[in-house]
């Protein structure tokens, strides 16, 4: 019963969120309603705890929102990227975790910088910006957390380049915030960070 309860605020959450992406899209994918009905329903199954089940299903439902944006325009707005990293960090701290959530921001956030100023074309700076809250939310999980989303985010992109080029799509921009996202939220899961 609670995981339909999660659902159904998912849905009513992921409808509500639509308005807050016209701000960045002409027309937010619907997709977005449904991603956030799932999300909330599977962290009130593997979250412990009706504020770790808050804090992942914010996390989710952040990680939505920037999915969106990043795949239909391929940008990373500072308007959805450092609210949220500052949220992350300020939850961090709440929980007594706060040393971790800045260890694990600044490491994240300071490879994606360096790779950024190396070659600006492959990383862009809002992957720098979202790498400062998802770096974050990984280190509160612990190192293995951290470790799995740094690693899985490259994966995940690696992959579905390799999809990309064997469907015969050549020069194709991919967005890499969805396969950070997605490999955090990943690896927090599977570290039991969440």
């Known amino acids: 019963m ?10 009513l959450v992921g409808l509500a969120t639509r308005p807050l992406l016209r701000r960045f899209l002409t027309d937010p994918p619907l997709w977005c309603v449904g991603a956030t009905a799932v999300g909330f329903a599977v962290a ?3 979250a412990d705890g009706p ?7 914010a996390l989710l439902w952040w990680c939505v929102c920037l999915t969106a944006v990043d795949v239909r ?3 990373l707005p500072n308007a959805l990227t450092l609210p949220g990293a500052a949220a992350v960090l300020v939850v961090g701290a709440l929980a007594g975790r706060g040393t971790s959530a800045l260890v694990g921001a600044a490491l994240l956030a300071g490879l994606y ?6 070659a600006p074309a492959a990383m862009g700076a809002g992957d720098v ?6 770096g974050a939310a990984a280190g509160i999980a612990g190192g293995r957390a951290w470790l799995l989303a740094a690693v899985g985010a490259v994966a995940l992109t690696a992959v579905v380049g390799v999809a990309v080029l064997a469907a015969g799509r050549r020069g194709v921009s991919l967005p890499h915030g969805p396969s950070m996202c997605a490999a955090t939220v990943l690896a927090m899961v599977a570290a039991g960070g969440a």
């Not at 609670?2 to 849905?11: E, N, S």
């Not at 504020?51 to 299903?57: M, W």
């Not at 910088?113 to 190396?118: D, E, G, I, N």
């Open 2 to 11: 609670v995981t339909v309860l999660a659902a159904v605020v998912g849905v």
């Open 44 to 46: 009130v199954v593997v």
């Open 51 to 57: 504020l770790v089940v808050a804090a992942v299903c």
């Open 73 to 75: 325009v391929r940008r």
């Open 113 to 118: 910088l360096a790779v950024h100023l190396l």
């Open 129 to 134: 910006k979202l790498a400062l809250g998802l």
